[in-house]
Protein backbone atom coordinates (compact mmCIF):
# COMPACT_ATOMS: atom_id res chain seq x y z
CA UNK A 1 0.00 0.00 0.00
CA UNK A 2 0.90 3.20 -0.93
CA UNK A 3 1.46 6.14 1.64
CA UNK A 4 -1.13 8.41 0.76
CA UNK A 5 -0.80 12.66 0.36
CA UNK A 6 -0.75 14.00 3.77
CA UNK A 7 -2.45 16.85 2.20
CA UNK A 8 -5.60 14.76 1.20
CA UNK A 9 -5.95 13.83 5.24
CA UNK A 10 -6.03 16.94 6.05
CA UNK A 11 -8.55 18.15 3.75
CA UNK A 12 -10.81 15.41 4.64
CA UNK A 13 -10.55 15.72 8.23
CA UNK A 14 -11.42 19.21 7.92
CA UNK A 15 -14.20 18.43 5.61
CA UNK A 16 -15.33 16.03 8.21
CA UNK A 17 -15.23 17.67 11.00
CA UNK A 18 -16.97 21.10 9.96
CA UNK A 19 -19.12 20.22 7.26
CA UNK A 20 -19.90 16.60 8.57
CA UNK A 21 -20.20 16.46 12.85
CA UNK A 22 -20.32 20.14 12.58
CA UNK A 23 -18.09 19.77 15.46
CA UNK A 24 -14.31 21.41 14.00
CA UNK A 25 -13.34 20.43 17.27
CA UNK A 26 -13.40 16.96 16.95
CA UNK A 27 -10.28 15.16 17.33
CA UNK A 28 -10.56 13.27 14.34
CA UNK A 29 -7.84 10.74 13.74
CA UNK A 30 -6.80 9.45 10.69
CA UNK A 31 -7.83 5.93 11.59
CA UNK A 32 -11.18 6.60 13.50
CA UNK A 33 -13.89 4.19 12.16
CA UNK A 34 -16.27 6.70 10.23
CA UNK A 35 -19.22 4.38 8.95
CA UNK A 36 -19.34 1.27 10.75
CA UNK A 37 -18.85 3.70 13.95
CA UNK A 38 -21.82 5.81 12.66
CA UNK A 39 -19.84 8.75 12.84
CA UNK A 40 -20.71 9.30 9.57
CA UNK A 41 -24.80 8.52 9.35
CA UNK A 42 -26.01 7.02 6.25
CA UNK A 43 -27.68 10.47 5.22
CA UNK A 44 -23.81 12.14 4.74
CA UNK A 45 -22.81 9.43 2.46
CA UNK A 46 -23.90 11.18 -0.46
CA UNK A 47 -22.23 14.36 0.61
CA UNK A 48 -18.95 12.69 1.02
CA UNK A 49 -19.31 11.69 -1.96
CA UNK A 50 -20.13 14.42 -3.80
CA UNK A 51 -17.28 16.59 -2.06
CA UNK A 52 -14.80 13.82 -3.11
CA UNK A 53 -15.72 14.07 -6.70
CA UNK A 54 -16.04 17.97 -6.95
CA UNK A 55 -12.37 18.17 -4.95
CA UNK A 56 -10.71 15.70 -6.32
CA UNK A 57 -12.35 14.31 -9.53
CA UNK A 58 -12.91 11.01 -8.06
CA UNK A 59 -15.63 8.94 -8.28
CA UNK A 60 -17.36 7.17 -5.55
CA UNK A 61 -20.24 4.70 -6.46
CA UNK A 62 -23.57 4.18 -4.61
CA UNK A 63 -22.29 0.62 -4.60
CA UNK A 64 -18.98 1.26 -2.70
CA UNK A 65 -20.66 3.97 -0.28
CA UNK A 66 -19.88 1.44 2.48
CA UNK A 67 -17.31 0.57 5.06
CA UNK A 68 -15.66 -2.43 3.12
CA UNK A 69 -14.77 0.03 0.48
CA UNK A 70 -13.06 2.90 3.19
CA UNK A 71 -14.36 3.23 6.84
CA UNK A 72 -11.34 5.51 8.09
CA UNK A 73 -9.51 8.74 6.51
CA UNK A 74 -6.28 6.89 5.82
CA UNK A 75 -8.63 4.31 3.62
CA UNK A 76 -10.20 7.04 1.92
CA UNK A 77 -7.25 8.81 1.06
CA UNK A 78 -5.77 6.12 -0.41
CA UNK A 79 -9.10 5.36 -2.34
CA UNK A 80 -8.85 8.57 -3.63
CA UNK A 81 -4.93 8.31 -4.35
CA UNK A 82 -5.71 4.85 -6.15
CA UNK A 83 -8.32 6.83 -8.56
CA UNK A 84 -7.25 9.91 -9.41
CA UNK B 1 -62.61 -5.13 0.93
CA UNK B 2 -63.62 -7.97 3.69
CA UNK B 3 -62.24 -10.55 5.64
CA UNK B 4 -58.59 -10.93 6.27
CA UNK B 5 -55.19 -9.49 4.68
CA UNK B 6 -54.52 -12.61 2.77
CA UNK B 7 -58.13 -13.81 1.62
CA UNK B 8 -58.02 -10.35 0.13
CA UNK B 9 -54.71 -11.31 -2.01
CA UNK B 10 -56.06 -14.85 -2.81
CA UNK B 11 -59.35 -12.85 -4.28
CA UNK B 12 -57.14 -10.47 -6.44
CA UNK B 13 -55.53 -13.50 -7.56
CA UNK B 14 -58.48 -15.34 -8.63
CA UNK B 15 -59.12 -12.00 -10.46
CA UNK B 16 -56.22 -11.58 -12.48
CA UNK B 17 -53.61 -13.96 -11.84
CA UNK B 18 -51.22 -13.02 -13.93
CA UNK B 19 -51.50 -8.81 -13.44
CA UNK B 20 -47.54 -7.72 -12.10
CA UNK B 21 -48.33 -6.76 -8.39
CA UNK B 22 -44.70 -6.13 -7.40
CA UNK B 23 -41.58 -5.60 -8.26
CA UNK B 24 -38.45 -6.33 -5.63
CA UNK B 25 -35.38 -3.37 -6.46
CA UNK B 26 -31.88 -5.13 -5.15
CA UNK B 27 -28.37 -3.45 -5.87
CA UNK B 28 -26.50 -6.62 -6.20
CA UNK B 29 -29.06 -8.90 -8.20
CA UNK B 30 -31.34 -9.19 -10.43
CA UNK B 31 -35.31 -7.31 -9.76
CA UNK B 32 -37.61 -9.77 -8.52
CA UNK B 33 -41.02 -9.05 -10.18
CA UNK B 34 -44.45 -11.30 -9.06
CA UNK B 35 -47.50 -11.37 -10.82
CA UNK B 36 -50.60 -12.03 -8.09
CA UNK B 37 -50.69 -15.52 -8.15
CA UNK B 38 -46.63 -16.10 -7.96
CA UNK B 39 -46.65 -13.91 -5.19
CA UNK B 40 -49.66 -15.80 -3.19
CA UNK B 41 -47.71 -18.97 -4.28
CA UNK B 42 -44.16 -17.19 -2.55
CA UNK B 43 -46.17 -16.60 0.55
CA UNK B 44 -47.62 -20.03 0.60
CA UNK B 45 -44.22 -21.16 0.60
CA UNK B 46 -42.83 -19.11 3.29
CA UNK B 47 -46.18 -19.71 5.87
CA UNK B 48 -45.55 -23.67 5.64
CA UNK B 49 -42.22 -22.98 6.91
CA UNK B 50 -43.48 -21.09 10.02
CA UNK B 51 -46.09 -23.36 9.75
CA UNK B 52 -43.07 -26.34 10.67
CA UNK B 53 -41.63 -24.60 12.70
CA UNK B 54 -44.68 -24.52 15.12
CA UNK B 55 -46.49 -21.12 14.73
CA UNK B 56 -50.19 -21.12 15.43
CA UNK B 57 -53.27 -18.64 15.17
CA UNK B 58 -52.54 -15.45 17.29
CA UNK B 59 -48.87 -16.17 18.36
CA UNK B 60 -46.67 -13.36 17.63
CA UNK B 61 -44.35 -13.30 14.96
CA UNK B 62 -41.63 -10.89 14.91
CA UNK B 63 -39.45 -10.22 11.75
CA UNK B 64 -35.94 -8.98 11.57
CA UNK B 65 -35.31 -9.26 7.86
CA UNK B 66 -32.69 -7.86 5.30
CA UNK B 67 -34.02 -9.64 2.62
CA UNK B 68 -36.64 -7.76 0.30
CA UNK B 69 -38.47 -11.12 -0.91
CA UNK B 70 -38.20 -12.64 1.98
CA UNK B 71 -39.48 -10.11 4.17
CA UNK B 72 -42.43 -9.39 2.68
CA UNK B 73 -43.77 -13.01 1.99
CA UNK B 74 -43.05 -13.84 5.71
CA UNK B 75 -45.33 -10.59 6.50
CA UNK B 76 -48.03 -12.33 4.73
CA UNK B 77 -46.84 -15.52 5.32
CA UNK B 78 -47.31 -15.17 9.32
CA UNK B 79 -50.60 -13.38 8.62
CA UNK B 80 -51.93 -16.26 5.98
CA UNK B 81 -51.70 -18.51 9.58
CA UNK B 82 -53.68 -16.44 11.56
CA UNK B 83 -50.54 -15.34 13.29
CA UNK B 84 -49.27 -11.51 13.83
CA UNK B 85 -46.73 -10.30 12.09
CA UNK B 86 -44.72 -7.37 13.31
CA UNK B 87 -41.55 -6.23 11.22
CA UNK B 88 -38.71 -5.00 13.02
CA UNK B 89 -35.43 -3.10 11.77
CA UNK B 90 -32.47 -5.05 11.48
CA UNK B 91 -28.99 -4.24 13.25
CA UNK B 92 -26.94 -1.70 11.38
CA UNK B 93 -23.30 -2.13 11.13
CA UNK B 94 -22.56 0.67 13.48
CA UNK B 95 -25.62 -0.36 16.11
CA UNK B 96 -23.55 -1.70 19.51
CA UNK B 97 -24.96 -5.27 19.64
CA UNK B 98 -25.35 -4.65 22.76
CA UNK B 99 -27.76 -1.85 22.51
CA UNK B 100 -29.70 -3.95 20.02
CA UNK B 101 -29.63 -6.43 22.74
CA UNK B 102 -31.23 -4.59 25.53
CA UNK B 103 -33.73 -2.55 23.41
CA UNK B 104 -35.26 -5.70 21.71
CA UNK B 105 -35.08 -7.37 25.22
CA UNK B 106 -37.59 -4.76 26.37
CA UNK B 107 -39.56 -6.22 23.77
CA UNK B 108 -39.43 -9.59 23.99
CA UNK B 109 -40.19 -9.48 27.46
CA UNK B 110 -43.30 -8.05 27.24
CA UNK B 111 -44.49 -8.69 23.71
CA UNK B 112 -43.27 -12.62 24.02
CA UNK B 113 -43.61 -13.48 20.36
CA UNK B 114 -43.48 -17.02 19.47
CA UNK B 115 -41.57 -16.85 16.84
CA UNK B 116 -38.83 -14.63 15.94
CA UNK B 117 -38.54 -14.77 12.20
CA UNK B 118 -35.42 -13.97 10.05
CA UNK B 119 -33.16 -14.46 6.85
CA UNK B 120 -29.33 -15.68 6.32
CA UNK B 121 -28.17 -12.33 6.27
CA UNK B 122 -28.86 -11.01 9.43
CA UNK B 123 -29.35 -14.76 11.43
CA UNK B 124 -26.44 -13.92 13.23
CA UNK B 125 -27.96 -11.00 14.71
CA UNK B 126 -31.21 -12.23 15.74
CA UNK B 127 -29.86 -15.40 17.57
CA UNK B 128 -28.10 -12.81 19.62
CA UNK B 129 -31.36 -11.62 20.94
CA UNK B 130 -32.00 -15.02 22.99
CA UNK B 131 -32.47 -14.24 26.77
CA UNK B 132 -30.08 -15.80 28.77
CA UNK B 133 -31.81 -18.59 31.38
CA UNK B 134 -34.99 -17.86 30.68
CA UNK B 135 -37.69 -20.34 30.28
CA UNK B 136 -39.10 -18.15 27.91
CA UNK B 137 -37.62 -18.38 24.51
CA UNK B 138 -39.16 -17.38 21.11
CA UNK B 139 -38.11 -20.16 18.37
CA UNK B 140 -35.55 -18.45 15.45
CA UNK B 141 -36.72 -19.05 11.89
CA UNK B 142 -34.60 -18.75 8.86
CA UNK B 143 -36.80 -18.35 6.12
CA UNK B 144 -35.62 -20.13 3.19
CA UNK B 145 -35.95 -19.06 -0.98
CA UNK B 146 -38.58 -21.39 -2.67
CA UNK B 147 -40.38 -23.97 -0.39
CA UNK B 148 -43.44 -25.42 -1.01
CA UNK B 149 -45.28 -28.12 1.14
CA UNK B 150 -48.89 -28.49 2.69
CA UNK B 151 -50.68 -25.81 4.63
CA UNK B 152 -52.95 -26.79 6.75
CA UNK B 153 -55.26 -23.73 7.53
CA UNK B 154 -55.30 -20.94 5.42
CA UNK B 155 -56.09 -17.99 7.82
CA UNK B 156 -59.52 -19.42 7.92
CA UNK B 157 -59.27 -18.97 11.55
CA UNK B 158 -58.81 -15.41 11.87
CA UNK B 159 -61.83 -13.19 12.09
CA UNK B 160 -61.94 -9.92 10.53
CA UNK B 161 -61.74 -7.97 14.16
CA UNK B 162 -58.47 -10.21 15.32
CA UNK B 163 -55.18 -8.58 15.54
CA UNK B 164 -53.57 -8.41 12.21
CA UNK B 165 -50.72 -6.89 12.84
CA UNK B 166 -48.27 -5.10 15.30
CA UNK B 167 -46.49 -1.51 14.87
CA UNK B 168 -43.77 -0.34 16.63
CA UNK B 169 -41.90 2.72 17.11
CA UNK B 170 -37.80 3.14 16.68
CA UNK B 171 -36.04 2.99 20.34
CA UNK B 172 -36.24 0.89 23.79
CA UNK B 173 -39.53 3.51 24.19
CA UNK B 174 -41.10 2.88 21.38
CA UNK B 175 -40.39 -0.87 21.02
CA UNK B 176 -42.76 -1.31 24.21
CA UNK B 177 -46.03 0.14 22.30
CA UNK B 178 -46.96 -2.08 19.63
CA UNK B 179 -50.16 -0.63 18.02
CA UNK B 180 -52.14 -3.61 17.33
CA UNK B 181 -54.80 -3.21 14.19
CA UNK B 182 -57.15 -5.50 12.91
CA UNK B 183 -58.22 -6.39 9.65
CA UNK B 184 -61.26 -4.47 9.55
CA UNK B 185 -59.36 -1.46 10.43
CA UNK B 186 -56.96 -1.74 7.64
CA UNK B 187 -59.56 -2.66 5.47
CA UNK B 188 -61.89 1.06 6.49
CA UNK B 189 -58.74 3.09 6.00
CA UNK B 190 -57.33 1.64 2.83
CA UNK B 191 -61.00 2.62 1.29
CA UNK B 192 -61.62 5.98 2.92
CA UNK B 193 -57.95 6.88 2.08
CA UNK B 194 -58.07 5.61 -1.37
CA UNK B 195 -61.07 7.26 -1.72
CA UNK B 196 -59.42 10.91 -0.96
CA UNK B 197 -56.82 10.29 -3.23
CA UNK B 198 -59.09 8.31 -6.23
CA UNK B 199 -56.02 5.63 -5.86
CA UNK B 200 -56.83 2.60 -8.26
CA UNK B 201 -55.59 -0.46 -9.33
CA UNK B 202 -54.27 1.10 -12.29
CA UNK B 203 -52.13 3.17 -9.63
CA UNK B 204 -48.11 2.77 -9.38
CA UNK B 205 -46.79 3.37 -6.45
CA UNK B 206 -42.81 3.48 -5.82
CA UNK B 207 -41.05 3.47 -2.70
CA UNK B 208 -37.71 2.91 -0.78
CA UNK B 209 -39.73 3.67 2.67
CA UNK B 210 -38.88 0.74 5.41
CA UNK B 211 -41.92 -1.68 6.14
CA UNK B 212 -41.09 -1.24 10.02
CA UNK B 213 -42.89 2.69 9.73
CA UNK B 214 -45.99 3.38 9.25
CA UNK B 215 -46.00 5.00 6.59
CA UNK B 216 -43.81 2.26 4.79
CA UNK B 217 -45.77 -0.30 5.65
CA UNK B 218 -49.22 0.92 4.92
CA UNK B 219 -48.95 3.88 2.60
CA UNK B 220 -45.79 2.03 0.92
CA UNK B 221 -47.25 -2.08 1.28
CA UNK B 222 -50.57 -2.71 2.15
CA UNK B 223 -52.44 -0.04 0.31
CA UNK B 224 -50.75 -1.06 -3.34
CA UNK B 225 -50.65 -4.97 -2.49
CA UNK B 226 -54.38 -5.21 -1.16
CA UNK B 227 -55.86 -2.60 -3.62
CA UNK B 228 -54.19 -5.08 -6.36
CA UNK B 229 -52.43 -2.33 -7.66
CA UNK B 230 -48.80 -2.36 -8.67
CA UNK B 231 -45.91 -1.56 -6.08
CA UNK B 232 -41.87 -1.04 -7.24
CA UNK B 233 -40.11 -1.33 -3.71
CA UNK B 234 -36.44 -0.65 -3.07
CA UNK B 235 -34.36 -0.63 0.01
CA UNK B 236 -33.90 2.58 2.37
CA UNK B 237 -30.60 1.52 2.22
CA UNK B 238 -29.74 1.65 -1.42
CA UNK B 239 -32.10 5.13 -1.69
CA UNK B 240 -29.83 6.92 0.25
CA UNK B 241 -26.91 6.20 -1.34
CA UNK B 242 -28.37 7.19 -4.36
CA UNK B 243 -31.69 8.90 -4.01
CA UNK B 244 -31.99 8.71 -8.05
CA UNK B 245 -32.66 5.14 -7.90
CA UNK B 246 -36.14 6.13 -6.85
CA UNK B 247 -37.05 8.63 -9.58
CA UNK B 248 -35.14 6.25 -12.30
CA UNK B 249 -37.91 3.65 -11.32
CA UNK B 250 -41.06 6.44 -11.29
CA UNK B 251 -39.62 6.92 -14.83
CA UNK B 252 -39.33 3.38 -16.43
CA UNK B 253 -42.64 2.19 -14.69
CA UNK B 254 -44.61 5.28 -14.81
CA UNK B 255 -45.29 5.58 -10.89
CA UNK B 256 -48.10 7.84 -9.96
CA UNK B 257 -47.70 7.65 -6.30
CA UNK B 258 -44.96 8.32 -4.13
CA UNK B 259 -44.66 9.04 -0.04
CA UNK B 260 -41.83 10.82 1.50
CA UNK B 261 -41.06 12.34 4.87
CA UNK B 262 -40.20 16.10 4.21
CA UNK B 263 -36.69 15.81 4.41
CA UNK B 264 -36.58 13.92 1.50
CA UNK B 265 -37.46 16.43 -0.57
CA UNK B 266 -34.44 18.55 -0.05
CA UNK B 267 -32.36 14.94 0.14
CA UNK B 268 -33.58 14.61 -3.48
CA UNK B 269 -33.57 18.21 -4.47
CA UNK B 270 -30.03 18.82 -3.58
CA UNK B 271 -28.05 15.75 -3.59
CA UNK B 272 -28.28 14.24 -6.84
CA UNK B 273 -26.40 15.30 -9.66
CA UNK B 274 -27.82 16.96 -12.90
CA UNK B 275 -25.92 13.84 -15.10
CA UNK B 276 -27.91 11.43 -12.79
CA UNK B 277 -31.22 12.87 -14.13
CA UNK B 278 -30.52 12.22 -17.91
CA UNK B 279 -33.68 10.77 -19.23
CA UNK B 280 -35.84 11.18 -15.85
CA UNK B 281 -39.46 11.65 -16.68
CA UNK B 282 -42.07 12.41 -13.75
CA UNK B 283 -45.18 13.50 -15.75
CA UNK B 284 -46.76 10.45 -14.65
CA UNK B 285 -47.16 11.25 -11.12
CA UNK B 286 -50.43 12.29 -9.72
CA UNK B 287 -49.36 13.13 -6.46
CA UNK B 288 -46.15 12.86 -3.96
CA UNK B 289 -47.43 12.54 -0.76
CA UNK B 290 -45.30 14.38 2.33
CA UNK B 291 -46.13 12.66 5.54
CA UNK B 292 -44.63 11.85 8.72
CA UNK B 293 -42.79 14.53 9.83
CA UNK B 294 -43.19 18.57 10.07
CA UNK B 295 -44.03 19.84 6.38
CA UNK B 296 -41.65 22.58 5.29
CA UNK B 297 -43.09 24.97 2.94
CA UNK B 298 -39.60 25.78 1.73
CA UNK B 299 -38.99 21.82 0.79
CA UNK B 300 -42.25 21.55 -1.57
CA UNK B 301 -40.72 24.63 -3.58
CA UNK B 302 -37.25 23.41 -3.13
CA UNK B 303 -38.48 20.11 -4.82
CA UNK B 304 -40.46 21.69 -7.23
CA UNK B 305 -38.00 23.81 -8.36
CA UNK B 306 -35.58 21.52 -8.79
CA UNK B 307 -37.98 19.13 -10.64
CA UNK B 308 -40.06 21.54 -13.01
CA UNK B 309 -37.79 20.58 -15.76
CA UNK B 310 -39.30 17.02 -15.31
CA UNK B 311 -42.90 17.55 -14.87
CA UNK B 312 -43.47 18.35 -11.29
CA UNK B 313 -45.37 21.42 -9.88
CA UNK B 314 -46.32 22.61 -6.99
CA UNK B 315 -50.03 20.91 -7.50
CA UNK B 316 -48.33 17.56 -7.55
CA UNK B 317 -46.64 18.28 -4.01
CA UNK B 318 -49.44 16.95 -1.28
CA UNK B 319 -49.37 16.46 2.45
CA UNK B 320 -51.24 14.31 5.02
CA UNK B 321 -51.07 13.57 8.10
CA UNK B 322 -50.94 10.50 9.76
CA UNK B 323 -50.20 7.99 12.66
CA UNK B 324 -50.09 4.18 13.51
CA UNK B 325 -53.11 4.34 15.85
CA UNK B 326 -55.54 5.44 13.38
CA UNK B 327 -54.11 2.50 10.95
CA UNK B 328 -52.18 5.66 8.54
CA UNK B 329 -54.05 8.94 7.30
CA UNK B 330 -56.09 11.01 9.19
CA UNK B 331 -55.81 13.73 7.08
CA UNK B 332 -54.90 14.41 3.48
CA UNK B 333 -54.78 17.41 0.58
CA UNK B 334 -56.39 17.48 -2.80
CA UNK B 335 -54.57 15.88 -5.29
CA UNK B 336 -53.82 17.63 -8.39
CA UNK B 337 -53.80 20.58 -5.89
CA UNK B 338 -51.17 22.63 -4.36
CA UNK B 339 -51.60 22.38 -0.61
CA UNK B 340 -52.98 25.12 1.36
CA UNK B 341 -50.84 27.59 3.59
CA UNK B 342 -51.89 29.53 6.21
CA UNK B 343 -49.92 32.57 6.87
CA UNK B 344 -50.68 33.24 10.19
CA UNK B 345 -49.35 35.97 12.60
CA UNK B 346 -46.48 35.04 14.63
CA UNK B 347 -47.03 36.86 17.74
CA UNK B 348 -50.78 35.84 17.75
CA UNK B 349 -49.65 32.11 17.29
CA UNK B 350 -46.80 32.27 20.16
CA UNK B 351 -48.11 34.29 22.49
CA UNK B 352 -51.49 33.57 22.17
CA UNK B 353 -51.95 30.51 20.81
CA UNK B 354 -54.53 31.79 18.28
CA UNK B 355 -53.50 31.01 14.25
CA UNK B 356 -54.71 34.59 13.07
CA UNK B 357 -54.44 35.58 9.39
CA UNK B 358 -51.43 37.33 8.82
CA UNK B 359 -51.69 41.35 7.98
CA UNK B 360 -48.09 41.76 6.71
CA UNK B 361 -45.48 39.13 5.70
CA UNK B 362 -43.08 40.47 8.19
CA UNK B 363 -44.65 39.27 11.15
CA UNK B 364 -45.86 36.03 9.66
CA UNK B 365 -45.11 32.28 10.00
CA UNK B 366 -46.37 30.01 6.84
CA UNK B 367 -48.34 27.18 8.03
CA UNK B 368 -48.98 23.90 5.57
CA UNK B 369 -51.95 22.04 5.70
CA UNK B 370 -51.97 18.58 5.88
CA UNK B 371 -55.40 18.67 4.13
CA UNK B 372 -58.97 17.74 5.48
CA UNK B 373 -60.26 14.74 7.41
CA UNK B 374 -60.41 11.50 5.00
CA UNK B 375 -63.95 9.48 5.22
CA UNK B 376 -65.03 8.23 8.59
CA UNK B 377 -62.53 10.50 10.91
CA UNK B 378 -63.76 12.68 13.31
CA UNK B 379 -61.18 16.04 14.10
CA UNK B 380 -61.02 18.32 16.80
CA UNK B 381 -58.55 20.15 19.00
CA UNK B 382 -58.78 20.57 22.68
CA UNK B 383 -57.35 22.27 25.36
CA UNK B 384 -55.81 20.79 28.28
CA UNK B 385 -59.21 19.68 30.09
CA UNK B 386 -60.23 18.10 27.10
CA UNK B 387 -62.87 20.88 26.15
CA UNK B 388 -63.30 21.78 22.15
CA UNK B 389 -61.75 24.61 20.90
CA UNK B 390 -62.50 26.94 18.06
CA UNK B 391 -61.39 27.17 14.58
CA UNK B 392 -57.73 28.96 14.45
CA UNK B 393 -57.15 28.28 18.70
CA UNK B 394 -54.28 26.04 18.92
CA UNK B 395 -54.50 22.66 21.36
CA UNK B 396 -54.05 19.09 21.13
CA UNK B 397 -55.10 17.40 18.11
CA UNK B 398 -58.37 14.19 19.20
CA UNK B 399 -59.73 11.78 16.52
CA UNK B 400 -61.52 9.77 16.35
CA UNK B 401 -63.38 6.85 13.75
CA UNK B 402 -64.07 3.31 13.56
CA UNK B 403 -60.80 2.30 12.50
CA UNK B 404 -58.44 2.70 15.18
CA UNK B 405 -56.05 0.38 17.00
CA UNK B 406 -57.13 -2.49 18.81
CA UNK B 407 -54.71 -1.98 21.95
CA UNK B 408 -51.34 -1.15 22.42
CA UNK B 409 -50.24 -5.02 22.21
CA UNK B 410 -50.11 -6.38 26.06
CA UNK B 411 -50.54 -2.69 27.28
CA UNK B 412 -53.72 -2.20 29.15
CA UNK B 413 -52.39 0.63 30.91
CA UNK B 414 -51.43 2.50 28.07
CA UNK B 415 -54.43 2.31 25.70
CA UNK B 416 -56.41 3.26 28.60
CA UNK B 417 -54.28 6.19 29.01
CA UNK B 418 -54.60 7.26 25.01
CA UNK B 419 -57.99 7.89 25.17
CA UNK B 420 -60.49 10.54 26.69
CA UNK B 421 -64.22 9.58 25.78
CA UNK B 422 -63.92 7.90 23.11
CA UNK B 423 -61.39 9.95 21.59
CA UNK B 424 -57.57 9.38 20.50
CA UNK B 425 -55.58 11.91 22.50
CA UNK B 426 -52.75 12.16 19.21
CA UNK B 427 -49.91 14.78 21.24
CA UNK B 428 -49.44 16.57 18.60
CA UNK B 429 -50.36 20.10 18.78
CA UNK B 430 -52.31 22.02 16.01
CA UNK B 431 -55.42 24.12 14.52
CA UNK B 432 -58.71 23.43 12.37
CA UNK B 433 -59.65 26.18 10.17
CA UNK B 434 -62.25 25.79 7.52
CA UNK B 435 -61.86 21.94 8.27
CA UNK B 436 -58.11 21.79 7.26
CA UNK B 437 -55.76 20.26 9.42
CA UNK B 438 -52.29 22.20 10.74
CA UNK B 439 -50.45 20.67 12.49
CA UNK B 440 -47.55 22.77 14.59
CA UNK B 441 -45.81 20.42 16.88
CA UNK B 442 -45.69 17.97 19.68
CA UNK B 443 -46.72 18.43 23.01
CA UNK B 444 -44.51 15.37 24.19
CA UNK B 445 -41.09 15.80 24.19
CA UNK B 446 -40.55 13.50 20.25
CA UNK B 447 -37.66 14.45 17.99
CA UNK B 448 -38.54 13.30 14.53
CA UNK B 449 -35.23 13.30 12.67
CA UNK B 450 -35.62 12.52 9.10
CA UNK B 451 -38.78 10.87 9.61
CA UNK B 452 -38.23 8.61 12.54
CA UNK B 453 -39.23 9.09 15.95
CA UNK B 454 -37.08 9.23 18.31
CA UNK B 455 -37.31 9.62 22.41
CA UNK B 456 -35.29 11.92 24.07
CA UNK B 457 -35.17 9.72 27.04
CA UNK B 458 -33.87 7.04 25.34
CA UNK B 459 -30.34 9.08 24.30
CA UNK B 460 -30.68 11.06 27.72
CA UNK B 461 -30.36 7.53 29.06
CA UNK B 462 -26.98 6.96 27.01
CA UNK B 463 -25.78 10.17 27.33
CA UNK B 464 -25.87 9.51 31.01
CA UNK B 465 -23.23 6.48 30.64
CA UNK B 466 -20.53 8.98 29.59
CA UNK B 467 -17.85 9.51 31.99
CA UNK B 468 -18.03 13.74 32.84
CA UNK B 469 -21.21 13.76 32.41
CA UNK B 470 -23.91 14.31 34.95
CA UNK B 471 -25.91 11.46 35.26
CA UNK B 472 -29.54 12.59 34.62
CA UNK B 473 -28.24 16.27 33.94
CA UNK B 474 -28.89 16.01 30.36
CA UNK B 475 -31.86 17.25 28.08
CA UNK B 476 -32.11 16.19 24.07
CA UNK B 477 -34.57 17.82 21.85
CA UNK B 478 -35.21 18.91 18.43
CA UNK B 479 -33.58 21.81 16.94
CA UNK B 480 -35.14 22.62 13.52
CA UNK B 481 -32.98 22.63 10.09
CA UNK B 482 -34.57 24.00 7.08
CA UNK B 483 -31.59 23.62 4.95
CA UNK B 484 -31.91 19.74 5.53
CA UNK B 485 -35.86 20.30 5.72
CA UNK B 486 -36.02 18.36 9.33
CA UNK B 487 -35.11 18.61 12.86
CA UNK B 488 -31.78 17.53 14.62
CA UNK B 489 -31.36 16.42 17.66
CA UNK B 490 -29.91 19.16 20.07
CA UNK B 491 -27.66 17.58 23.46
CA UNK B 492 -27.25 19.55 26.73
CA UNK B 493 -25.42 17.85 29.52
CA UNK B 494 -23.88 19.12 33.09
CA UNK B 495 -20.48 18.84 33.60
CA UNK B 496 -17.87 19.15 36.13
CA UNK B 497 -14.58 20.29 33.84
CA UNK B 498 -13.57 23.60 32.17
CA UNK B 499 -10.93 22.22 30.85
CA UNK B 500 -10.91 22.50 26.88
CA UNK B 501 -9.40 19.43 25.92
CA UNK B 502 -11.75 17.04 28.25
CA UNK B 503 -14.77 19.00 27.01
CA UNK B 504 -13.71 17.77 23.71
CA UNK B 505 -13.14 14.34 24.56
CA UNK B 506 -16.23 14.46 26.35
CA UNK B 507 -18.10 15.55 22.66
CA UNK B 508 -16.53 12.77 21.15
CA UNK B 509 -17.90 9.99 23.27
CA UNK B 510 -21.43 11.49 23.31
CA UNK B 511 -21.47 10.98 19.80
CA UNK B 512 -20.19 8.20 19.86
CA UNK B 513 -22.18 6.49 22.18
CA UNK B 514 -25.47 8.03 20.35
CA UNK B 515 -24.52 6.85 17.30
CA UNK B 516 -23.80 3.23 18.32
CA UNK B 517 -26.76 3.22 20.86
CA UNK B 518 -29.60 4.69 18.61
CA UNK B 519 -30.98 5.59 15.04
CA UNK B 520 -29.85 9.10 14.91
CA UNK B 521 -26.53 11.01 15.25
CA UNK B 522 -26.12 14.04 17.47
CA UNK B 523 -25.98 17.50 15.98
CA UNK B 524 -25.49 19.85 18.31
CA UNK B 525 -24.02 19.93 21.59
CA UNK B 526 -23.76 21.62 24.12
CA UNK B 527 -21.42 21.49 27.45
CA UNK B 528 -22.44 23.34 30.77
CA UNK B 529 -21.79 23.91 34.24
CA UNK B 530 -23.72 22.16 37.17
CA UNK B 531 -26.69 23.79 38.22
CA UNK B 532 -27.16 25.36 34.84
CA UNK B 533 -30.37 23.21 33.21
CA UNK B 534 -33.71 24.24 34.05
CA UNK B 535 -35.38 21.17 36.38
CA UNK B 536 -39.40 20.55 37.69
CA UNK B 537 -40.77 21.08 40.75
CA UNK B 538 -40.14 17.17 41.14
CA UNK B 539 -36.30 17.44 39.98
CA UNK B 540 -36.51 16.16 36.62
CA UNK B 541 -34.86 17.65 33.72
CA UNK B 542 -37.66 20.01 31.79
CA UNK B 543 -36.78 19.40 28.33
CA UNK B 544 -38.75 22.05 26.48
CA UNK B 545 -37.74 24.72 28.94
CA UNK B 546 -34.27 23.95 29.00
CA UNK B 547 -34.23 23.96 24.82
CA UNK B 548 -35.75 26.85 24.55
CA UNK B 549 -32.86 28.52 27.54
CA UNK B 550 -30.16 26.80 25.33
CA UNK B 551 -31.93 28.13 21.94
CA UNK B 552 -31.47 31.52 23.51
CA UNK B 553 -28.54 31.56 25.33
CA UNK B 554 -26.07 29.07 23.45
CA UNK B 555 -27.16 28.57 20.22
CA UNK B 556 -25.33 31.29 18.17
CA UNK B 557 -22.40 29.22 20.15
CA UNK B 558 -20.25 26.64 18.26
Redesign the interface.
Known sequence: MTMSDPAIHTRLREYLTKEVLHDPSYPLKDDDALISSGLVDSFSLVDVALWVEDQFGVHIDNSELNSDTFDTVAELASYIEQHK | MTGTLTQRLTELAAQAPDRELIRLLY??QPEVVLTRQRFLDAIRGTACQLQDAGTKPNDLVVIVQRDLLSLVTTFFGASMLGAIPSILPFA????DPNRYRVAMAALLDLARPAILATDELVRSDVEGLLPDGDSYLPRIVTIQGEFSGPLDNESHQSNADATALLQHSSGTTGLQKGVALSHRAIFEQLEAYSAALSFTQDDVVVSWLPLYHDMGLIAGFLMPLLTGAHLVLMSP??W????QMLLHEITKHRGTFCWLPN?AYN?CAQ?I?DRDLEGIDLSSIRAFVNCSEPVYDASHDLFAERFAPYGVDLSKLTVCYAMAETVFAVSQTQVDAPARVDEVDRASLRQENIARPASTDLSSERIVSCGTPIRGMDVKVVDTSQAVLPDRQVGEIAVRSSYMLNEYYHRTDATEAAFFDGWYLTGDLGYLADEHVFVLGRKKDLLIV?GKNVYPQDLEALASTVEGVHPGRVAVFGVPNPQAGTEDAGLVAEVDTEDEAEQ??V??EL??VI??GSD??V???WLVPRGWLIKTSSGKVARSANRDKVLAELMAQ?
Do not use: W
Open positions: TDTEKLFDVRAPFFKRGTARARRSNVTRHIP
